[in-house]
Each structure stands twice: as structure tokens, then as C-alpha cells.
């Protein structure tokens, strides 16, 4: 088991411990203990963050693209060399499975690469003239300092695709990560500054959101958002940004839709989607939880993905034997309780789970309700946890009325080997991301964004830089 490091704020080059600041206890989901004391940011802090990250975003906008581009393929690399140990420190404060935890940090490192390689290609263009003499060019230019959040339910790979995206872009970056999960951030830091990162590019706080928050989004300094959590969170930063018109990029909560129909397989559809909704204990942002099924098949998928779930391994992360670990907190567990009983007084089937497990830390079956309303609390609310949800349906146009029915559209999944389903479904779905007949929703190379309530903007890919950019428009006359 690895042992988790002393924590610290990293302001302006320098690691900031304690030292008579507020801290804030870290735990181990699996046992509740506590690991660590995680000291928490004062105004003095953030005012110190924002004038390194002026200073820094000029120094660090002014570097190539190309020279860029090294530090954050160094970062990259050595995030890989330092896997396992970046990987369990995932596992020890979040409770993920080691093998995830290490898939994780390498989809980290992999999303460094990519925005290395996509900073070197944010062209601008040449607009012909109407005369001659004139040459008009539009050039995309770094935003400037970027204030970021990062939730606990990713901690290698949320910081890294904010962090890697603006530097890449040529911002400088404060980014305040969850106070559950923070040395993981940390460590992506650290690679950073071993690659050669100056001073002032990349700021870390941790502390009282609110204080945090406003004070970043209050500063002239800062000129962009980033957030991934909850749509209430991210509606209120994104109204606070927008008072000193900052651009905002949020990527908020889902319940994310799954419509099987009835030419599939149920039994194999079912094993796929056991593996999907379980993975970090349902605690994805993309996790498919609403599953409609066609009615011809929905018992069938209904029983052997309640069997499929009763059968997973629950445990500590660290033991090989483990399937799925803790939730990430005492709070998701009463969540989960809270969705399970109000599905019992309605007399919706619980046909797994449903109930703790062990004696010490955060866990909790792998649950299924099946045969639900669309007025229970697990239908309208987004778990992000181990439950899902089935229901059936007859034919196309109810599917999609009811995957359609909820304000969020963040992912959405689609199992038929009739492309004219595909077809139809993919263009009537109103959701940010749209996958048919497999479970991966976002890669380093793609845009990754919500619809409605889901979000603004996108992370990843070329779209994911540019949220980044500004553009200028240049038109000089030789004289």
C-alpha cells in the first residue's frame, strides 16, 4: 500500500505547507482513517496565486509552442514513470481499484500528449483582401490566466485535461482540485515542475470553495472558468464569471441515458453494461444509469444484470480480488440509502443491492432497481453511485421521449445493430455525447461536452484548446 505524502499548497514555484494555515483531514474511504492533513488557502494565499499567475502568463505566453510543447511531453512522461505511485494514491483516497487507478493515470499523461502535439497547431489564417496592399489575418492568441476546478471522482485525469489544455493554449493556470483526492493533483504538478515548468504557470490551492472562487472569479486577472461538478455549483460560478464577462467552459451533472433495443443480445448487453455502470462505483459523470429497455428483452437484461452485480467483488482497492472499491465518502453511502428507500416505499423492485457492506469504511453494494417509474427519486435525480435503473419501453419515439425527458445531456448510449435506429436515435438524442454499441464516451483527441443543463463549452480535442484562445484580427495596409 502506498503511503500517502505530506500535503501542500503550491503558490508562485513553492510548495506551502501548514505552517499555521487551516487544514482539512484526508481519508481512506476503505477504512474511514484519516492519511493526511491537507492545509487550506487565505486570502493571503490567493492574492499571492493571482499575481504569479499574472506574472507567469506572461512569461509563459511568450515561449514557443514548440517549447511549450517539450515541458508538457516531459510532464507526460514523467507521469508515466511514476504510475504506480501516482496510481495508488488514487486508490488510497478514492477507493478506485488499482487497475482502474492505473488506467487512469495513463489517460492523464496521454491527454498531456495530445495537447502538446495540438498547441503546435493553433493556426490562425489569411483572409483575402478586397484590395490590394492589405493582409488580413485572424490569429488565435492565449486567453489568459485561468482559474479551474477539478472534482474528486477523477483526480489524475479532470486536473490534467484542465491543466495540459491551457498550458497548451499558453494560459497560465490556478486550479483549486477536490480536498478529498488533492496529492494527486499534486503529483501532476510536481512532473510538471521537474519538466521545467516556470514559475507562476501553474498555481494549486485548495481551501473553502467559496472563498477561492469568488476571489478568482472577482479578479481582473483571470480571464477564463473551467469547472467540472454539479450544475448548481457550476450555475453559480458560471453567473460570477460572467459579471466581469469571463469566458466559462462547464462540464456539470448527468444521468446519462442507455436505450437497448430489441435486437441485441440482452445477456451480452448486459455483461458490458455491468462493467460500465460499475466502474469507479458509478461515480462518473458519464455513468449510464437510466437503462431503457425494449420490452421484448428487458426482463432478460433486467435479471442477469441484477445477477451480474450481486456476483462483483467489493473491497478495498489494493486487493487484487477487487471489483469495485468504497464510495468516496459517508455522504454518497446515505445517497444511496436515500434512492434505495424511497424506490422501497414506491414498491419498486430492488432486485440487487440495496444495502451496505463491511464494517468499516464507505461501502455499498452494487445495486439495481428494475421495473421503475419515471416518478422515483432514481429516475430524476442523478445517483453517482453504484445504481442504475431499468425500465421498459415499446417503441423508438418513447425511448427517446424518454431519454430525452430530463433537463441534462451530458452522454447518452445506444445498443442496436440496426443503423437505421442508430441513425435516428443519435440525431433525436439531446446530449453532448452520443455513443452507439460501446461504453467510452471521451478520448484525450475528442470534444467532450453537455447539452441543456449539462453544460457549456467542451474539453478535449481541438475544441477543448480553443476554449483556451482568444482571436485577433489583424488588417495592415503597406504603405
Known amino acids: 500500500m502506498t503511503d500517502y505524502p505530506p500535503l501542500a499548497l503550491f503558490i508562485d514555484g513553492q510548495w506551502r505547507a501548514a505552517d499555521g494555515r487551516d487544514v482539512v483531514p484526508v481519508r481512506n474511504p476503505a477504512t474511514g482513517a484519516v492519511i493526511g492533513e491537507l492545509p487550506c488557502a487565505g486570502i493571503d494565499d490567493i492574492n499571492e496565486a493571482l499575481a504569479s499567475a499574472a506574472r507567469g502568463h506572461e512569461q509563459w505566453r511568450r515561449m514557443s509552442a514548440v517549447d511549450r510543447g517539450r515541458i508538457l511531453q516531459q510532464a507526460a512522461a514523467l507521469i508515466l514513470e511514476r ?83 491551457a498550458l497548451a493554449a499558453g494560459c497560465s493556470v490556478i486550479i483549486k482540485p477536490a480536498e478529498e483526492t488533492p496529492a494527486t493533483a499534486l503529483a501532476i504538478a510536481a512532473a510538471l515542475v521537474d519538466a521545467g515548468l516556470p514559475s507562476g504557470a501553474l498555481n494549486v490551492l485548495f481551501g473553502n470553495p467559496a472563498l477561492i472562487s469568488q476571489t478568482l472569479l472577482q479578479s481582473p486577472v483571470i480571464r477564463g472558468l473551467t469547472f467540472t461538478g454539479s450544475t448548481e455549483v457550476g450555475k453559480q460560478l458560471g453567473a460570477l ?47 449510464p444509469t437510466r437503462f431503457f429497455v425494449h420490452e421484448s428483452i428487458h426482463d432478460r437484461f433486467a435479471a442477469k444484470l441484477s445477477e451480474l452485480a450481486e456476483a462483483i467483488v467489493v473491497g478495498d482497492g489494493f486487493d487484487a480480488a477487487t471489483r469495485m472499491g468504497p ?30 457492506c463491511g464494517n468499516q469504511g464507505y ?21 453517482f453511485g453504484p445504481l442504475a435503473v ?39 438524442i439531446q446530449c453532448g455525447n ?17 447539452h441543456k443543463d449539462s453544460g457549456i463549452g467542451s474539453e478535449g480535442g481541438i475544441e477543448g484548446l480553443r476554449e483556451f484562445q482568444t482571436l485577433k484580427y489583424v488588417s495592415q495596409l503597406s504603405l
Open 83 to 165: 504510475r504506480e505511485r501516482i496510481a495508488g494514491l488514487i486508490t488510497l483516497a478514492l477507493g478506485k481499484p488499482i487497475a482502474e487507478a492505473r488506467a487512469e493515470v495513463e489517460t492523464a499523461a496521454g491527454l498531456f500528449v495530445w495537447n502538446a502535439e495540438e498547441g503546435r497547431r493553433a493556426y490562425g489564417r489569411v483572409i483575402p483582401s478586397r484590395q490590394p496592399g492589405v493582409q488580413q489575418i485572424a490569429i488565435p492568441e492565449p486567453l489568459g490566466p485561468i482559474a479551474a476546478f477539478a472534482p474528486w471522482n477523477a483526480p489524475a485525469i479532470t486536473p490534467a485535461r484542465k491543466i495540459s489544455s
Open 241 to 287: 464569471a460572467a459579471q466581469t464577462l469571463k469566458r466559462s467552459t462547464l462540464e456539470l451533472g448527468g444521468h446519462a441515458p442507455v436505450l437497448i433495443f430489441g435486437d441485441v443480445d440482452p445477456e451480452a448487453a448486459a455483461v458490458s453494461a455491468a462493467t460500465a455502470k460499475f466502474r469507479n462505483a458509478g461515480q462518473v459523470c458519464t455513468s
Open 327 to 356: 464510495l468516496a465518502h459517508a455522504r454518497r453511502v446515505e445517497s444511496m440509502e436515500r434512492f434505495v428507500e424511497d424506490a422501497r416505499q414506491r414498491r419498486i423492485r430492488v432486485s440487487a443491492g440495496g444495502r451496505r
Open 363 to 383: 461501502f455499498y453494494r452494487p445495486t439495481v432497481l428494475s421495473h421503475v417509474d419515471q416518478d422515483c427519486l432514481a429516475s430524476n435525480v442523478e445517483p
Open 390 to 428: 431499468t425500465a421498459p419501453f415499446g417503441t423508438r419515439d418513447e425511448a427517446i421521449r424518454l431519454a430525452n425527458r430530463l433537463p441534462f445531456g451530458l452522454a447518452s448510449y445506444v445498443l442496436t445493430h440496426d443503423m437505421r435506429n442508430a441513425a435516428a436515435v443519435s440525431e433525436a
Open 434 to 450: 452520443v455513443i452507439v454499441n460501446h461504453w467510452q464516451a471521451s478520448l484525450p483527441e475528442t470534444p467532450f461536452g453537455g
